[in-house]
Structures are given as structure tokens and as C-alpha cells.
T-cell receptor, first 114, second 113 residues
Framework: DGGITQSPKYLFRKEGQNVTLSCEQNLNHDAMYWYRQDPGQGLRLIYYSQIVNDFQKGDIAEGYSVSREKKESFPLTVTSAQKNPTAFYLC?????????????FGDGTRLSIL | AQSVTQPDIHITVSEGASLELRCNYSYGATPYLFWYVQSPGQGLQLLLKYFSGDTLVQGIKGFEAEFKRSQSSFNLRKPSVHWSDAAEYFCAVGGGATNKLIFGTGTLLAVQP
């Protein structure tokens, strides 16, 4: 079945440590997105990418980095510069042809601080 | 500024009762509107979408939504709620070449037996 796979489901970070969240899709979608979800705040866009080797900052990019070396993969690194990383992280993808196609979501990764 | 407002943080309804979740948006161009549902610890599932045409759209799980341009609203409705509908519901607006979405803060629905 086609879909978006996020791993791991749960992740713990020590102080000063960088961690990487994986997002893989087999939907052949051009665009991929990373969101952060905090209680009562909805989803906020961290980074997005419309094409391989290109990506743009979203609304809350500070303390995060991404790469897009393959169409299927869009990993997110939470760096030590992100002082409040505890949150639920969601990856999404969508086609860009025809514009305004719905985004499809993975099941998320919950990141906590040790 | 582009924004989505979901005025109700929590709603509790009895099983079998009707449901309406409110969504108001502010968007400079033609809005493309979505409703998503999220079960605890899960990702978001698309319920329905509005791009153009008939302002009453049907979605999955018996949900429907009505686009009212004059009120900048896109409210979600269901005539009879089931216990399995308990979840968090998000309204989103998008548009443009990047297909970026702006989400509301969500409405948490509880269903009483």
C-alpha cells in the first residue's frame, strides 16, 4: 500500500544532542512537508520541499534542518539549537500537479527530552 | 494575514446527536479548504475538501461541510454522531503553487454514550 512512513514513533533526546526523524513516502509525490504539533496550537510548518535538492523554511524553521536528496525521503534534524523540541512531529506529502491537492500525513514521531 | 479560526476548543455531544464544528478563514485569494481528523497519537486523515463548484461537499464517514463565502466559513456537520467519531478535527486553508496549508488550532470532540 502506498503511504508515508515516519520513524521512529517515539524518540528521546539528550541535552545538546541532534536527532534525526525519518520520513519516507512511496506515493510518488513531489512535495513534502514537516509540521510540529503542540497541544492547543494546531500544526505549524517547519520546512517544505517541492523538488529534490530544494527546500524552503516554513514558519518555525529555527533549530531545525532538512535535506531532500531523494524524492521519496525528507528527513528532519532537530538540532541542539532548538531549545524546546518536545512535540509531535508530522510529515506530509502532496502532488503538485493540478495544484491544491490534499496533503497526506504519516503517523508522526513524538520527541521528548531526557 | 492568512488564518484559520476554530472557535470551539472542546465540544461534547451525545451519541446519535447532530454535530457542527465551526471554521472561519481569512485568505486573500480563492480559498481551498480542507477538514482533517486526528485520532490520539496518529496522523491526520482527510475528511473532505472544497476547491470550487457545489458549496456543499460530502466526505468520508458521513461528514459534510458547507462553504459560505459571505461568512468566510466552512463548517463541518454530521447528522448523527457515533462514539468512534471522538477525535480532534482540524480545518485548513491552502492555495498557490507551493500547496502550503494553514491549520486551525483544532476542535476536540468527545462523544457521550
Amino acid at each position: 500500500d502506498g503511504g508515508i512512513t515516519q520513524s521512529p514513533k517515539y524518540l528521546f533526546r539528550k541535552e545538546g544532542q541532534n536527532v534525526t526523524l525519518s520520513c519516507e513516502q512511496n506515493l510518488n509525490h513531489d512535495a513534502m512537508y514537516w509540521y510540529r504539533q503542540d497541544p492547543g496550537q494546531g500544526l505549524r510548518l517547519i520546512y517544505y520541499s517541492q523538488i529534490v535538492n530544494d527546500f524552503q523554511k516554513g514558519d518555525i524553521a529555527e533549530g531545525y534542518s532538512v535535506s531532500r536528496e531523494k524524492k521519496e525521503s525528507f528527513p528532519l534534524t532537530v538540532t541542539s539549537a532548538q531549545k524546546n523540541p518536545t512535540a509531535f512531529y508530522l510529515c506530509a506529502s502532496s502532488p503538485l500537479t493540478g495544484q491544491n491537492q490534499p496533503q497526506h500525513f504519516g503517523d508522526g514521531t513524538r520527541l521528548s527530552i531526557l | 494575514a492568512q488564518s484559520v479560526t476554530q472557535p470551539d476548543i472542546h465540544i461534547t455531544v451525545s451519541e446519535g446527536a447532530s454535530l457542527e464544528l465551526r471554521c472561519n478563514y481569512s485568505y486573500g485569494a480563492t480559498p481551498y479548504l480542507f477538514w482533517y481528523v486526528q485520532s490520539p497519537g496518529q496522523g491526520l486523515q482527510l475528511l473532505l475538501k472544497y476547491f470550487s463548484g457545489d458549496t456543499l461537499v460530502q466526505g468520508i464517514k458521513g461528514f459534510e461541510a458547507e462553504f459560505k463565502r459571505s461568512q468566510s466559513s466552512f463548517n463541518l456537520r454530521k447528522p448523527s454522531v457515533h462514539w468512534s467519531d471522538a477525535a480532534e478535527y482540524f480545518c485548513a486553508v491552502g492555495g498557490g503553487a507551493t500547496n502550503k496549508l494553514i491549520f486551525g488550532t483544532g476542535t476536540l470532540l468527545a462523544v457521550q454514550p
